[in-house]
């Protein structure tokens, strides 16, 4: 008997199924069948002398039959069920088949069952698989996996023989092997064909994705055992994700309602892969991974409802790269009925993480700063301060939007995360446009968050003239902005307030070097957003010092004088002007009869 291996073909044959109509009319035709074996319901009419000169567990069975009822009709239930028996009868009778990587793992299970060792007879079956394996499928990762691919309908039986084990073993050492080789090739190759090389997906990343996850999980550890490189690993999640959760799409994420289950999966089965690869995210900080890839398994994670721990970890991860995510990437939709339309909450919790990742940041830098003006860390909380008062710009007009929810947003960010308030003003006037209903305190409470001082000229502008606002807070953008204005045509440039910030920073004797260094280190933002806001406002005088500038140019023609033409810069401002004080009285006397809708920003 000969039973060939196909170490030498690419490609898998399948397994055939001869044995039936071969046993139909009986192998031997003068001799008949004296043994059925049962199994899953399909009767095997065989004979009892060659298979229990291979099989202990046949030969057992025999020996102890009482009578020849009961020898006549065996019932089994060999792993791999009828075809893997057909295969081990086949042996048993001496036929030649083929072991292949497809077969191999339900021959060697089933061997195992029928105990055919070689202490029954030699050369037996345990021992051919046994060399398939050990000489061809661990030799190779095209095999390993598609053996190991097989085991999936053999969970219990392949793992006592150890064949996933030695599978995932075999894997990750291949792959670290072709690893180095690639590594050794691109030393020796010029640059350009170095780079070329090296940005060239290993082909394993993509075999990969036909593993089911608990197999797929262990082989990714053994890979980071073995020493493969991190951005392999990476592109291997990615691609395994892409392939197995459907909904990772951007055409479908975006709208829970179309992210619809792979229909080889259950809902159950993604929320175990959406678990499992963020729990094989490599943790190195040198490899950033993709924050759309991050954001689209967050998304999954909260529309299977994943646990709290896979949430929180996707949260962090996009949390210490906030400064880097677009508003559309913050667009998260809320799973939940009833309520607001975005999920506020996990960005709350994304903008804890990016601050507390600043926080610690200082923390390690005690005894030197690092953050002027410019520099990275201080660019980043500025980036994540236009990002969130754009993100709540948006999110304003949604009129399931609480106020509670809105406002534990906008106090989240320190205030020298913004230079100036033009965004969280326009963000502020958006949702008091979408929500009338809100009373005068309730409004107080939200207006009060905005820094008058911080507005631009255009915003004050704005505001004076915004019917929306309360009393109080068109007051007091007057009041700054007459101050303003007064500096200007002064020359001064608010040199006071400056001093006076200064003077109220200076740390007390009595303070432990601790709270000494973080009093100076509040010193030092205050300081520095305070040139910010000068800078801020020598740009809004040098365009009115350029209009003033032009309107001198243009007298002559027009029969001006040079006062008339300051009259008018000033007059632009919109602070002095005699309609002003008026204006403003029957602002409040229209306030009693209803609010007026006029002037929005949004």
Known sequence: MEISN???????SPTPRLFNAFFNYRIFQDVAGDITVVIDGESFLLHKFPLAARSGKIRKMVADAKDLINLSRLE????????AFELAAKFCYGMNFEITAANVAQLRCAAEYLEMTEDVREQNLIARTEAYLNEVVVQSIEKSLEVLSACETLPSAAEEVGIPDRCVDAIAM?????????TFSRLGCDDESAELKGDRLDWWVVDLSVLRIDFYHRVILAMVRVGIRTSSIVASLMHYAQAWLKGLGKLQI????RAKPNPGTTEHDQKAIVETIVNLLPTDKCLPIPLAFLFGILRL???LDANIACRLELEKRIG??????????????SVQTGGS???????????????????DEETEECWYDSGDIGSPSHASVLNVGRLIDAYLAEIAPDPCLSLQKFVALVELLPDYARVIDDGLYRAV???????PSLTEDECKKLCKYIDCQKLSQEACNHAAQNDRLPVQMTVRVLYFDQIRLKNAVSGSSGDGLFSQRISSGVPSAALSPRDTYASLRRENRELKLEISRLRMRLSDLEKEQAFMKQAMMDKSGNGKTFFTSLSKGIGRIGIFSSRRPTRKKSQKLARKGGRSRRHSVS
Request: with cysteine.
């Open 429 to 435: 006037d958006i949702y008091l446009k979408a929500h």
């Open 320 to 333: 210490s790269h906030l400064d880097m995510v677009s508003l559309d990437d913050l667009l998260i939709p």
């Open 254 to 257: 975006w709208n829970p309602a």
């Open 174 to 182: 291949n792959a670290y092997e072709e690893q180095l080789a690639s």
């Open 301 to 303: 994670a909260i529309i």
């Open 341 to 359: 339309l975005f999920d506020i909450d996990t960005v709350c919790r994304i903008a804890v993480n990016f601050l507390q990742r600043v926080e």
């Open 6 to 12: 196909d170490s030498n073909s690419r490609h898998f």
């Open 76 to 83: 089994l239930n060999p792993p791999g069920g009828p075809q």
